[in-house]
């Protein structure tokens, strides 16, 4: 067993899967929003979205195999 005072060091900080998901989720909507005034700017949004939402998917997808072990 590992005590708690070790516990605390072998945590890594990193972004929860779910802030990804709602970026993708942002710049869906801005891509949106900016295709309706014609900007070029929609088109890198519109780009940028998946990526979003794939590092999202990855970050999903290791929590719940990782929740599988314990």
């Known amino acids: 067993m590992i005590p708690r005072s070790d516990m605390a060091l072998n945590t890594k900080r990193k972004i929860p899967w779910y802030a990804y ?3 993708g989720m942002v710049y869906t ?3 949106g929003w900016l295709f309706a005034e014609s900007s070029p700017l ?3 949004c519109l780009l940028s979205a998946p990526v ?3 590092y999202a ?3 999903w997808q290791q929590e719940t195999q ?3 072990e314990a």
Do not use: E, M, P, T
């Open 57 to 59: 998917w990855r970050g």
């Open 52 to 54: 979003g939402f794939f």
């Open 66 to 68: 990782h929740r599988g």
């Open 21 to 23: 998901f709602v970026g």
């Open 29 to 31: 909507a801005f891509s």
């Open 42 to 44: 929609a088109w890198i």
